[in-house]
């Protein structure tokens, strides 16, 4: 019978389609990375989503990430991309997480329901925790590094973490994981060397504050305001997904 991901299927075929169908993902952090993960996993049939951030759409996140829309602005991200997700895939089930995640929490998600883990958050202590709890439990989790201040998409590629290198939050995850030694651990990152961000005081989220009510800033506490753009945490997003897909297929 044809459906939305009969052209999938030709190239996957049936039998990878309903593994596809019976997996659980879990996204932690629904950004310029995230979203775009969210977007391609559920357009390839994934069946099962846990989405966990905290935050709401802001005006600023309109230049790259998939779910931010004029409409959407002041919303929590996991309402709105599980209402985007629905709307795909009406069969699709998601939950949602509104919260931070930290280690604090950590025990207050069913790790073990997971077949996939995305970490697609910012924070170091929570990016260790995400790794910890995949060695724990046995399931493969794939990383996004540093995209903030990158313009050069083409550079991405998915490698050990042990293999990186010039990127600066690869350099602190290298360091962390080996302390707790784990072994192995897979980011996609890129070898670009971050630009520094143009000091420009009329568009600083430091002193013109546009966060939606009832947000905690996050930005105006920064050393420094990351850059972006529409193409590269997109780029990193979706190579993310394909290696979902190519190893829930392959399983």
């Not at 959407?72 to 991200?77: L, S």
């Not at 990158?150 to 590629?157: G, I, N, S, W």
């Not at 290198?165 to 602190?172: E, G, I, S």
Request: aromatic content about 8%; some cysteine; charged content about 25%.
């Amino acid at each position: 019978m044809l459906t939305q991901f009969s052209r999938t299927q030709l190239l996957y075929g049936k039998e990878a389609m309903a593994k596809l169908q019976n997996s659980h993902v879990a996204i932690f952090g629904l950004g310029g990375v995230g979203g775009y993960v969210g977007e391609a996993l559920v357009r390839s049939g994934i069946g099962s989503f846990d989405l966990i951030d905290d935050d709401k759409i802001c005006l600023t996140n309109l230049n790259r990430q998939i779910i931010a829309t004029f409409d959407t602005v002041g919303k929590y991200k996991t309402d709105v991309m599980k209402e985007r997700m629905l709307q795909i895939n009406p069969k699709v089930n998601v939950q949602t997480h509104q919260c931070f995640f930290l280690p604090e929490n950590a025990n207050d998600f069913s790790f073990e329901d997971y077949d996939y883990i995305i970490d697609a958050v910012d924070t170091v202590s929570a990016k260790i925790e995400l790794v910890l709890k995949a060695q724990e439990h046995n399931i493969p989790i794939i990383s996004s590094m540093g995209a903030g201040n990158k313009v050069d998409p083409t550079q991405f590629k998915i490698i050990d973490i042990y293999k990186t290198k010039v990127c600066p939050l690869a350099k602190v995850m290298r360091r962390e994981l080996k302390k707790r030694h784990v072994k192995k651990f897979k980011v996609v990152y890129s070898e670009e060397k971050p630009i520094r961000p143009i000091d420009d005081l009329s568009i600083s989220c430091r002193t013109h504050c546009i966060c939606p009510p009832g947000t905690k800033p996050k930005c105006t506490i920064r050393r420094d305001i990351p850059g972006s753009n529409a193409f590269v945490p997109s780029t990193v997003g979706l190579i993310i997904a394909s290696k979902v897909i190519k190893d829930l297929t392959s399983k």
